[in-house]
Antibody, heavy 121, light 108 residues
Framework: EVHLLESGGGFIQPGGSLRLSCAASGFTFSNFAMTWVRQAPGKGLEWVSTISGSGGSRFSADSVKGRFTISRDNSKNTLFLQMSSLRVDDTAIYYC??????????????WGQGTLVTVSS | SSELTQDPAVSVALGQTVRITCQGDSLRTYHANWYQQKPGQAPILVISGKNNRPSGIPDRFSGSSSGTTASLTITGAQAEDEADYYCNSRDRSGNRKLFGPGTKVTVL
């Protein structure tokens, strides 16, 4: 059974940095692309970033490009999201999700429970 | 356009059928996926691709597509189907994931 557990969320001031982690189990991690999706309070889902199984390809939303970096450690079955220059409108629950594809942001078939990031002064 | 649109809310009587639609230019090229999200919970995939139901998803959920419109149909809606439903696809480049704004389904 696929299990995804996010961590690293918390309260941070605007302009600050935070690194989220997602520990994966129950599947061959390196075979699948992984994705971060966020959801602001009371709002819909917003795709953030996807990384291929090998880590060689990365795709990001324009809203986070240059500020957020997705990465992975296949030896530790862990996905990361390094967030910098955080803004109030980055406040959201951040979900990690497994893709059915090895490379592209296609279909997220399993999701973690999310970690809350609050950006406020 | 690189957007997906959905009706904000629909209601359905218990046991009746409801169809939720998603519109976008990219749906001419890429299939839509559908996610169900209940309050305080993570989304779960209910339909992927042409009309694939993951294991554990009841067969009352089905998907279809025509041109720039994808649809999720719940045949014989149950109380536990009350939730927000999001469609998703890819943009024209295939390198970005798109989500619709979501449809709140109320079962009366």
């Amino acid at each position: 059974e696929v299990h995804l557990l996010e961590s690293g969320g918390g309260f941070i001031q605007p302009g600050g940095s935070l690194r989220l982690s997602c520990a994966a189990s129950g599947f061959t991690f390196s075979n699948f692309a992984m994705t971060w999706v966020r959801q602001a309070p009371g709002k819909g889902l917003e795709w953030v970033s996807t990384i291929s199984g090998s880590g060689g390809s990365r795709f990001s939303a324009d809203s986070v490009k240059g500020r957020f970096t997705i990465s992975r450690d296949n030896s530790k079955n862990t996905l990361f999201l390094q967030m910098s220059s955080l803004r109030v409108d980055d406040t959201a629950i951040y979900y990690c999700a497994k893709e059915i594809s090895g490379t592209y942001p296609v279909t997220s078939d399993s999701w973690g429970q999310g970690t809350l990031v609050t950006v406020s002064s | 356009s690189s957007e997906l649109t959905q009706d904000p809310a629909v209601s359905v009587a218990l046991g009746q059928t409801v169809r939720i639609t998603c519109q976008g230019d990219s749906l001419r090229t890429y299939h839509a996926n559908w996610y169900q999200q209940k309050p305080g919970q993570a989304p779960i995939l209910v339909i992927s691709g042409k009309n694939n139901r993951p294991s554990g998803i009841p067969d009352r959920f089905s998907g279809s597509s025509s041109g720039t419109t994808a649809s999720l149909t719940i045949t014989g809606a149950q109380a536990e189907d009350e939730a927000d439903y999001y469609c998703n696809s890819r943009d024209r480049s295939g390198n970005r994931k798109l989500f619709g704004p979501g449809t709140k389904v109320t079962v009366l």
